[in-house]
């Protein structure tokens, strides 16, 4: 079974560029979550899907970051226009309704 | 909501002792602890986790506690090796739909041989 995959792994941008992170769970996960660790700090939540709707976007730092889930499948984060601060590591997660979180190898975005 | 603090930051062991990580969390709705360990350059990955109806639940090395009433949980690994080395992430959250996880700032643990 395939795991989470993330694309891409590393990405290097300019300060005000745009960004799209994309997220493809597990088959059959109808949870999905992002997740961010800046700094060496603690991961921290962002949002949670359920299929295509959003069930908690409470983690969201502010309305530079759209993230989506069209279909209900894969999901993508946009960050417009990328701050120094949004530099960190992305994660990606998905899960059965109470279940394990399944972790991707995450996206290493760095905004100079 | 909720919080959760995670000690220590940084652990050296020497290979075949015991290590052990403590977190500690704020809200009482929480009922599900999960750690995930993440090794260099590679993806969180769950390796033990336990739920509030239980105190304490082991897997050959590794053991976790938890005390519902202090509000704190453990990991234990005894018998550590080289390849133990690695960040550890203690988290906490409701397990039920919709489980958003609160994680502790980690822990790297280091195993000398």
């Known amino acids: 079974e395939a795991g989470v995959t993330q694309f891409p792994s590393h990405s290097v941008i300019e300060k005000g560029q745009t960004v799209t992170l994309r997220c493809d769970p597990i088959?059959?996960?109808?949870?999905l979550y992002w997740y961010r660790r800046v700094m060496g700090k603690e991961i921290k939540f962002l949002l949670h899907f359920v299929k295509e709707s959003k069930q908690d976007e409470s983690g969201m730092p502010n309305n530079r970051f759209l993230a989506e889930r069209t279909g209900g499948t894969y999901s993508t984060l946009k960050v417009q226009p990328a701050e120094l601060e949004d530099s960190g590591v992305y994660f990606c997660?998905?899960?059965?309704?109470?279940?394990?979180?399944?972790f991707g190898p995450g996206t290493r975005l760095t905004v100079l | 909501g909720e919080n959760v603090e995670q000690h220590p930051s940084t652990l050296s062991v020497q290979e075949g002792d015991s290590a052990v990580i403590k977190c500690t969390y704020s809200?009482?709705?929480?009922?599900?602890f999960p750690w995930y360990k993440q090794e260099l350059g590679k993806r969180p990955q769950l390796i033990i986790d336990i739920r509030s109806n239980v105190g304490e639940k082991k897997d050959q090395r590794i053991a976790v506690t938890l005390n519902k009433t202090a509000k704190h949980f453990s990991l234990h690994i005894t018998e550590t090796q080289p390849e133990d080395s690695a960040v550890y992430f203690c988290a906490a959250g409701p397990m039920e739909y919709g489980n958003k996880l609160v994680f502790g700032a980690g822990t790297i643990l280091r195993v000398k041989s």
């Open positions: 997660a998905s899960s059965l309704p109470n279940n394990e979180q399944f």
């Open positions: 809200d009482s709705a929480s009922n599900y």
């Open positions: 088959s059959g996960h109808d949870n």
